[in-house]
């Protein structure tokens, strides 16, 4: 077994989107090669960003979502002249489309709330009442809906994977230090152990650290605690969630169907011809063994769980066929649900870039800037403080008002 040592300004832990954006964003102030990114699974296919629906929408209710959502949004249609290598085109296969929220009486009071928030912001939301949504969505029951809202500019799809291809494949060419295994642990205040498949190690004395795992944020904290003092120590609450998509077919369907958002938690959009629908029963995964066996899609819960609460919304889903599908993580912000960005609230060095809990790759290329811009002593273009980590010393959440 071979041991080595490197040093560098700035090691990220992670290298999904996250940490790619965050490495992309850095190379403005830092020379790359002084940038290590250490990433277990350069494959991505257990990678919650790969496995993820890529949505973008602009529809929520805290400023700082959606800012954040506005500027990766002009990266994304933009990422062409962000992140072309040489002679090859970017295209990450993004799509127009939009989510539409449908609220009953006792959600919508909310939902208006949020309307305005969003047009004091610029989004290009549209508000409907019951009359409305019948004409604009005709396959949609929506006799126990009051109030809907669609976007008409800044949200739809894209290919996750070719979004990730794309950053690495810049960073790289920019000659940031991208390396292969897994960081198993702080040897001292400013180094840690990177372990390859074959038992080589490498360890890695870094100025800045940066939190960039994923689903395994709160155990790389863990194994930070374990090298500061007691006095700076904290729990991360981030803990990974298991979901399931179903690929479903149905002949009668409607076609060009928004990501559908509304009571009895029924979510599904389109996907080409076909149609794509999410089940998750919010069970939070804390063995973390399990991580590495996600299992295969379960169909019983699509008969039991979805079906009838999705024919009462689109009736025409009455016959559907059952084309596959996948199982998949994602980072789960136990304490609100919303980004953990910023400097180690008891540590300086220590940054984070964790628990966005399903917004973390529509948001990436805002997060990453952010967050390199903060790293650098740079005032960043979002304020994003009131999303940084001292909210968790303080108990104070800072939530995303649901209408459901």
Same mark, same amino acid.
């Given at each position: 077994m071979s041991m080595s040592k490197?040093? !560098?300004?700035?090691?990220? /832990? /992670?290298? &999904?989107?996250? /940490?790619? *954006?965050?490495?992309?964003?850095?190379?403005?102030? =830092?020379?790359?090669t002084r940038i290590c990114v250490v990433e277990k699974d350069p494959t991505y296919c257990r990678s919650a960003t790969a496995l993820s629906w890529a949505s973008i929408r602009q529809q929520f209710s805290l400023p700082e979502n959606i800012a954040m959502s506005q500027r990766s949004f002009q990266f994304i249609k933009d990422i062409d002249s962000h992140l072309r290598v040489d002679e090859d085109k970017i295209d990450i296969n993004y799509k127009d489309g939009s989510y539409l929220f449908l609220a009953t009486a006792s959600g919508a009071p909310i939902l208006e709330e949020n309307i305005r928030t969003q047009l004091h912001s610029g989004v290009k939301v549209s508000r409907y009442d019951k009359a409305q949504l019948k004409a604009k969505y005709p396959y949609l029951n929506v006799e126990d809906i009051e109030l809907g809202s669609d976007c008409g500019e800044?949200?739809?799809?894209?290919?996750?994977?070719?979004?990730?291809?794309?950053? !690495?494949? @810049? =960073? @790289? @060419?920019? &000659?940031?230090?991208? !390396?292969? &295994?897994?960081?198993?642990?702080?040897? &001292?205040l400013k180094s840690a152990r990177v372990v390859k498949a074959d038992g080589s190690t490498t360890d890695v004395h870094f100025d800045k650290f940066v939190n960039a795992t994923g689903i395994h944020a709160r155990w790389t904290n863990d194994m930070l605690n374990g090298i500061l003092k007691p006095s700076q120590r904290f729990t991360l609450p981030v803990t990974p969630q298991l979901r399931q998509t179903f690929n479903i +077919?149905? @002949?009668?369907?409607? *076609?060009?169907v928004p990501l559908l958002l509304c009571p009895l938690k029924t979510v599904i959009r389109s996907e080409g011809p076909n149609y794509i629908v999410l089940y998750s029963d919010g069970e939070l995964v804390?063995?973390? *063994? !399990?991580?590495?066996?996600? /299992?295969?899609?379960?169909d019983s819960h699509f008969v039991n769980d979805i079906w009838e609460n999705l024919v009462y919304r689109m009736p025409c889903m009455e016959a559907v066929k059952i084309l596959g599908g996948w199982v998949g993580y994602y980072e789960?912000?136990?304490?609100?649900?919303?980004?953990?960005?910023?400097?180690?609230?008891? +540590?300086?060095?220590?940054?984070? =870039?964790n628990g966005f809990s399903g917004h973390g790759i529509q948001q990436s290329p805002a997060a990453g800037e952010y967050l390199a811009d903060t790293i650098c002593g740079v005032k960043p273009v979002i304020d994003l403080t009131r999303v940084g980590l001292q909210r968790v010393l303080d108990n104070q959440p800072y939530l995303e008002k649901n209408i459901l």
């Amino acid at each position: 077994m071979s041991m080595s040592k490197v040093i !560098r300004d700035v090691l990220i /832990g /992670g290298g &999904g989107v996250m /940490g790619l *954006s965050t490495a992309y964003n850095l190379c403005r102030y =830092i020379d790359p090669t002084r940038i290590c990114v250490v990433e277990k699974d350069p494959t991505y296919c257990r990678s919650a960003t790969a496995l993820s629906w890529a949505s973008i929408r602009q529809q929520f209710s805290l400023p700082e979502n959606i800012a954040m959502s506005q500027r990766s949004f002009q990266f994304i249609k933009d990422i062409d002249s962000h992140l072309r290598v040489d002679e090859d085109k970017i295209d990450i296969n993004y799509k127009d489309g939009s989510y539409l929220f449908l609220a009953t009486a006792s959600g919508a009071p909310i939902l208006e709330e949020n309307i305005r928030t969003q047009l004091h912001s610029g989004v290009k939301v549209s508000r409907y009442d019951k009359a409305q949504l019948k004409a604009k969505y005709p396959y949609l029951n929506v006799e126990d809906i009051e109030l809907g809202s669609d976007c008409g500019e800044g949200e739809g799809w894209f290919d996750p994977w070719l979004l990730l291809s794309a950053y !690495r494949n @810049k =960073i @790289k @060419k920019m &000659g940031v230090d991208i !390396r292969t &295994g897994e960081l198993t642990n702080f040897t &001292g205040l400013k180094s840690a152990r990177v372990v390859k498949a074959d038992g080589s190690t490498t360890d890695v004395h870094f100025d800045k650290f940066v939190n960039a795992t994923g689903i395994h944020a709160r155990w790389t904290n863990d194994m930070l605690n374990g090298i500061l003092k007691p006095s700076q120590r904290f729990t991360l609450p981030v803990t990974p969630q298991l979901r399931q998509t179903f690929n479903i +077919a149905c @002949k009668e369907g409607a *076609s060009n169907v928004p990501l559908l958002l509304c009571p009895l938690k029924t979510v599904i959009r389109s996907e080409g011809p076909n149609y794509i629908v999410l089940y998750s029963d919010g069970e939070l995964v804390d063995d973390r *063994s !399990r991580l590495d066996d996600f /299992g295969d899609v379960d169909d019983s819960h699509f008969v039991n769980d979805i079906w009838e609460n999705l024919v009462y919304r689109m009736p025409c889903m009455e016959a559907v066929k059952i084309l596959g599908g996948w199982v998949g993580y994602y980072e789960y912000n136990t304490l609100d649900q919303n980004a953990l960005i910023g400097e180690h609230p008891l +540590a300086p060095d220590y940054f984070f =870039i964790n628990g966005f809990s399903g917004h973390g790759i529509q948001q990436s290329p805002a997060a990453g800037e952010y967050l390199a811009d903060t790293i650098c002593g740079v005032k960043p273009v979002i304020d994003l403080t009131r999303v940084g980590l001292q909210r968790v010393l303080d108990n104070q959440p800072y939530l995303e008002k649901n209408i459901l």
